[in-house]
Structures are given as C-alpha cells and as structure tokens.
C-alpha cells in the first residue's frame, strides 16, 4: 500500500459523502468527526492491494479504478472472483467488521486505483450504531461467502476428481454442536456462511483456531483422503 496522500476540503467533502451514504443513520457530526480521520491512498496497476492471510490494515472506499477480488488455492494459485468497478465500494469490510486477524482474500488493482482508508476500529465504531449499514453489509456478506464457496467447490471438484462437487447441502448447526471428531471419516468439507467454529484439538477445551464467514475447514482431510 502507497503511503497516506494529504487531502483538501474537496477530498473531506467526498469522504463525507462516502460515509453518509454507508451509514446513512449515523449523525452528520460523527460523519464530519470520521471524515476527518480517513487517508487517501494510490495503488499502481497489478500492485497488491490486500494479500489473502495479511494481517488486515483497514477498510477502503473505492474512489477511482478497478479491483479484481481473487481467492487462492492450495497451490497458491489465484482464481478471479468478481470485479469491483463501482464508485463507493468497500473492500476489506467484513474482515473488519468479523475482528478476523487475518484477511481470507487477495485483492488486485486492475487499473491506477486511488481509495479511502478507514481504520478498522473507526469502521466497527461506526457500524455499531447504525443498524441499516449493518443489515446492508451483513447481506453483503452473504453473498460474498457464497462467491468464495463455489470457487472453492471447482477447487475441491479438481482435487478430489469429484464431478459433483457442486451439490453443496446447507446445514445448520445449534451454539456448541459437535460437527465431526477427530479420527472420523473425512468425506466431507465445510463452508461457513454465518456465525463462526471454534476448531480444538484432540481432548483440548481450548480452541486453537476459529474459523468464520467465508471461511472452509475439513477440506485438507478431505484432498489427501485422510481421517479428520
């Protein structure tokens, strides 16, 4: 990521305008506060913009340009998502507003790409008190994982020669559910789309991973045909 660009008023205005309309029942003093506290930031045509399994650095607001959203495989390779071209689109928002410590996608500029940086705690401050903006990015969310899901359905199609991979079940698991045990079959992957899986190791109570939206777990089991 370039370095922070100095803004006019010009540039607060656009930023306010930004914010209000991603939080449009937040106060205008909050907004003025939050604008305030937002970066301009520039990214060269093929630069990385967001690394998958970074720490994240904040949420951006797409100003200018064209990013290209990619997951990447088991092998490192890099398999396009979507296209994001639309003025005022977040990137980077559900790692932040999931407190993941990691980022689960790579995000490539595609063309000069110029956008607004939020810190991560200003963004979950401002998402806590306006319900519409997280109802709006709770969808958004959504519909997401589920791009990342049928990408990652290819993926394991190829790895385990499986031509149906893309029959996908959807489960739903009540708070503290068992959803397979260590040394069971591994026939199975998962593909969470809301809430979040504590993942703990043979009689440990202590997780040592927690998997959330948008996130799949099982599926190395599953590629090398092994038990959980």
Do not use: W
Not at 32 to 59: D, H, M, N, W, Y
Not at 164 to 172: E, F, I, K
Not at 209 to 223: A, H, S
């Amino acid at each position: 990521m370039t370095g922070s660009i100095p803004h006019d008023a010009s540039v607060s205005d656009l930023f306010k305008g930004q914010l209000t309309r991603i939080f449009p029942e937040t106060a205008p003093d909050t907004i003025q506060k939050a604008a305030g506290a937002l970066s301009t930031v520039e990214f060269v045509e093929g630069q990385i913009v967001i690394q998958e399994g970074a720490r994240s650095q904040g949420v951006l607001i797409l100003l200018a340009g064209r990013l290209g959203i990619f997951t990447r495989d088991s092998n490192g390779h890099t398999t396009l998502i979507r296209v994001v071209a639309d003025t005022g689109a977040l990137i980077g928002e559900q790692s932040a507003r999931q407190e993941r410590h990691f980022t689960n996608a790579t995000v490539i500029a595609l063309t000069p790409v110029r956008a607004a940086l939020i810190s991560p705690d200003l963004f979950r401050d401002l998402l806590a008190s306006d319900r519409k903006a997280a109802e709006r990015l709770n969808e958004a969310g959504k519909t997401q994982a589920l791009e990342k899901l049928h990408a990652l359905s290819a993926e394991l199609s190829d790895a385990t020669r499986v031509t149906d991979a893309g029959s996908m079940t959807p489960r739903q698991f009540p708070a503290g559910a068992t959803i397979y045990q260590a040394g069971e079959p591994s026939n199975v992957a998962f593909f969470v789309l809301s809430g979040s899986v504590n993942l703990h190791p043979p009689g440990c109570p202590v997780p040592h991973e927690t998997i959330g939206t948008g996130l799949i777990f099982g599926e190395r089991e599953v590629t090398m045909e092994s038990p959980r």
